[in-house]
DNA sequence: CTGTATCCAGACTGATACTG
DNA sequence: CAGTATCAGTCTGGATACAG
């Protein structure tokens, strides 16, 4: 029996650059559908309602409806998105230091 | 001027899961084609040197060409690649939780 | 406000073949 | 061994429009 990559496990879940994202900004707390359409740039609003739909499945998020008009919805991290943090402190870490360090210094396009 | 986003910086050095995939096992030591090839489950040849390619280009790795017959091609990671161990430290951590503690069971252990 | 539905261009894959 | 070239089929993602 094959022993499995934990690292193609970590990527089976968060396979694509939005729900970084995603967890990025719903780490500083709830966040509703229109913040993170603004705050995740660039995203589309399909990219965005699919990518929450699969984390919620995958028990990494929360759903929360609040029965008012207008409508309100909130995602939170269930303790299972909580345990990405320090996967995302890594890469904001590592980010920090190459703006500080490295861009400019060398030549990558943005 | 509005400040770069960190997180979204790594993200843009490394957009996919091939590249997240190749370093894994770069980290480990230089690595061949080949056994690229055969150790990213699922890659093709096409995808795995365009990645390769895109990641030499940004400074994350070195490809060294050893003038023999047959052709021996070895990959090995920059400093700025190696930097980034504890970016896939912490998915291998996490990974390996997620195998252990979480999945088929409905229980979170943290 | 919080999404869904649809269309479509481009990205990716697998297969196959070929080169130095 | 280490790729590149090409084609066809599939899948992803963006744009747009629209609904509850």
Redesign the interface.
Same mark, same amino acid.
């Given at each position: 029996m094959k022993k %499995?990559?934990? /690292?193609? $496990? $970590? #990527?089976n879940?968060i396979? &694509?650059?939005w729900k @970084?994202?995603i967890l !990025?900004d719903i780490l500083k707390g709830p966040k509703r559908f229109g913040f993170l359409k603004k705050s995740v /740039?660039g995203i589309s609003s399909k990219m965005l309602s699919q990518n929450l739909h699969e984390m919620e499945r995958d028990?990494i998020l929360n759903r929360k409806v609040f029965p008012e008009v207008p409508p309100h919805v909130e995602y939170s991290l269930? =303790?299972?998105g909580?345990? #990405?943090r =320090? @996967? @995302? !402190?890594? #890469?904001?870490?590592?980010? &920090?230091?190459?703006?500080e360090n /490295?861009?400019g210094k %060398?030549q @990558?396009k943005?």
């Open positions: %499995q990559c934990p /690292v193609a $496990t $970590t #990527m879940l396979d &694509n650059k @970084i994202l !990025r /740039v028990g269930s =303790p299972l909580e345990s #990405m =320090p @996967i @995302i !402190r890594s #890469m904001e870490k590592w980010g &920090n230091n190459y703006l /490295v861009k %060398q @990558i943005f």
